[in-house]
């Protein structure tokens, strides 16, 4: 079960900062902001799981300064959100499975 959870959250998020990459990258040609945006926010979201990612990241916060100590704060305010919300979901799901009898979860 864990591997399976461990792979559909990685499967989760190469979809969603991928596809965030990819619309950042589609609408940067437009007069609006939005692309500068959902590039990093992109790049945030697969920092999650992925190590080319967050060496991505480490580059541009070193050669940003200021913005990059910004984006700094801001992705490890975003990484204790999604630690927090795993691991109360991890810790349910094991009350739960050890509230359950042997006889429960062959069913």
């Known amino acids: 079960m864990l591997w399976i959870e461990r792979n559909a959250r990685k499967f989760f998020i190469a979809l969603m900062g991928g596809t965030a990459i990819l ?3 589609v ?3 437009l007069p609006l902001p939005f ?7 992109g790049f945030f979201i697969l920092a999650l799981e992925f190590a080319w990612a ?7 916060q070193a050669k940003t300064g200021r913005v990059g100590r910004a984006m ?15 691991r109360s979901r991890l810790r349910q799901q094991v009350e739960i499975d050890a509230d359950r009898g042997p ?3 062959a069913a």
């Open 35 to 41: 692309g500068i945006i959902l590039i990093p926010i």
């Open 103 to 105: 006889d429960d979860r």
């Open 72 to 86: 700094k704060s801001m992705e490890d305010r975003a990484m204790g959100f999604v630690d927090r919300r795993f």
């Open 27 to 29: 609408i940067l040609p």
């Open 23 to 25: 619309i950042g990258l």
């Open 54 to 60: 967050r060496r991505v990241l480490d580059r541009v």
